[in-house]
């Protein structure tokens, strides 16, 4: 028998005969395969062309006839805005008389969410930017973010290509009305929300993902539909079975709940360009600074050993370093500019938490380029982690509440900050202002990102992360 390695070497010796004829078959079949596959890839760079995906900039009248060829341009993904019963958004805003029970909100909404014009600031920021700031409410975000969607250049009209699905339901507006009088029941504070989940859970994309892919923006804190008891605060409306995998975007979130994102509330400077936050940058960065740290708030009478009525009592004692604006009355909410100069005009801000744990005051604090000094962790550090620097100290200060409690001077801690670590952590403060302030054209600034977009990025990243193996929360 014949090794294996014999039998190769004798078919080869066999073949020698017919070599010149095999060698020229192998030839011409050689050349014809060359000849089809150049044929082929001339053909498919030529006829071939990439997918084209609708997306919309503008409102619900586009039609979907804005077209956009370069995928490039939406990394992560594309959104599907819901065109929602107008019971759900439209109808509250034109009742907007009713929103609240000691009088008209209708001029706080104004400019698509952002409030009237700001024009008593004139004198006190630079004259090209008086177009740039507005009266805006606290709680107007779920409007803001709502004609921003309509005109995100990653907004997509065809549902089957989207990454993610907003909800464009007015939830703090619903709710607002229902909080401030007994007459009003539970199922009052409860009926839109109700009323929403119903309407969503009956669309067919909700199933794609059990509600995974869908997210809303509520413009309240998140104790605001946190209601237990029917005796309680607010709507219960996140304790809605149906509302347990949706991303919620709050001004204020629970540090504990996944769902919850803890987005920038609202200030007054809404810029209209890119130029506007390098000018306003520069305008902060040489603003000259003669207090050593300031305080705007009130105290709160009714509560046992008030913690800002300690503020208060640190900075009329410290001897010219604090400057106070006591908010007291209403004398913080007709539009004084006196908060403003406080800031611009301070090295560092004090922050305590507000009637929760967050306030407006950080924001407004953070793009007069003052540095924030907290005294919970909650406040900002576990709220707005897409938003500031990851490194707190890189921006602000942190004195324990026991401490001030127990006595520990604010001055004296601020004082050890020598100008060149004020300096570094002023610049890290301005270095992020475009993160936290939400721009005025509904399609956003050209090149720059602002707390919209970077909200945007955070959502669509958050659910391609949920669809990975092995994905946890």
């Known amino acids: 028998m014949l090794q294996p390695e014999l039998d190769r070497k004798n078919s080869f010796t066999s073949l020698k005969p017919h070599l010149p004829r095999t060698w020229l078959i192998f030839l011409i079949l050689f050349l014809q ?32 006839k804005n077209k956009d060829n370069n995928n490039n341009k939406c990394p992560y993904g594309k959104i599907y805005v819901y065109t929602m019963p107008p019971f759900f958004n439209k109808e509250l805003l ?37 177009d740039a700031w507005f009266w805006t409410d606290q709680f107007a975000s779920e409007i803001m973010y709502h004609n921003r969607m309509l005109n995100y250049p990653c907004r997509t009209l065809d549902a089957e290509s989207a990454t993610a699905f907003y909800i464009p339901f007015y939830a703090g507006l619903a709710v607002g009305k229902y909080l ?86 609202p200030t007054g400077f809404h810029p209209t360009s890119p130029s506007d936050i390098v000018t306003w940058q520069d305008f902060v960065r040489t603003r000259s600074r003669t207090t050593l740290f300031c305080f705007a708030g009130a105290t709160r009478g009714l509560i046992k050993n008030d913690f800002r009525g300690l503020l208060l009592n640190q900075c009329y004692n410290s001897s010219g370093s604090c400057r106070v604006v006591d908010c007291g009355g209403s004398r913080c909410s007709n539009g004084t500019s006196l908060i403003l100069e406080s800031f611009l005009g301070s090295d560092f801000c004090l922050q305590p938490r507000g009637d929760s744990f967050t306030r ?73 202002i475009p993160r936290i302030v939400y721009a005025k054209p509904l399609e956003g600034l050209e090149g720059m990102k602002d707390a919209f977009d970077v909200a945007m990025e955070g959502v669509l990243n958050r659910i391609k992360e949920q669809e990975q193996e092995g994905f946890k929360w």
């Not at 008593?120 to 630079?126: F, H, K, N, T, Y």
């Not at 409860?190 to 859970?201: A, F, G, S």
């Not at 604090?365 to 406040?379: E, K, M, Q, Y």
């Not at 409690?405 to 301005?430: A, C, P, Q, Y």
């Open 180 to 265: 401030w009088t007994e007459k009003y029941t539970a199922e009052d504070r409860d009926r839109h929300c109700r009323m929403m989940v119903k309407w969503v859970h009956e669309q067919p994309y909700w199933k794609k993902s059990d509600g995974w892919d869908h997210f809303i923006t509520m413009g309240r804190i998140t104790w605001d539909f946190r209601r237990s008891k029917d005796d309680g605060w607010g709507s219960r409306c996140i304790y809605l079975p149906s509302m347990r995998n949706i991303t919620r975007l709050l001004i204020e979130r629970n540090s504990w709940d996944y769902f919850d994102v803890g987005v920038p509330y």
């Open 94 to 130: 034109e009742n907007c008389d009713e929103l609240n029970p000691w009088g008209s909100r209708c001029n706080t909404y104004l400019n698509n969410g952002l409030g009237p014009t700001a024009t008593w600031l004139a004198g006190i920021i630079p004259a090209s930017l008086v």
């Open 360 to 432: 407006r005051s950080i924001f407004d604090c953070l793009i007069a380029g003052s540095i924030p000094v907290f005294f919970w962790n909650r406040t900002a550090y576990t709220q707005y982690e897409w938003f500031l620097p990851t490194q707190p100290e890189s921006y602000s200060v942190f004195i324990d509440k026991k401490d001030i409690i127990n006595g520990k001077s604010i001055k004296g801690v601020l004082e050890n900050f020598n100008k060149d670590e004020v300096t570094k952590m002023r610049e890290m403060v301005i270095e992020y």
């Open 33 to 64: 395969l060359l000849l089809l596959l150049s044929t082929r890839n001339f053909h498919t760079s030529t006829v071939i062309q990439p997918p084209v995906v609708a997306t919309v900039h503008g409102g619900d009248n586009n039609n979907g």
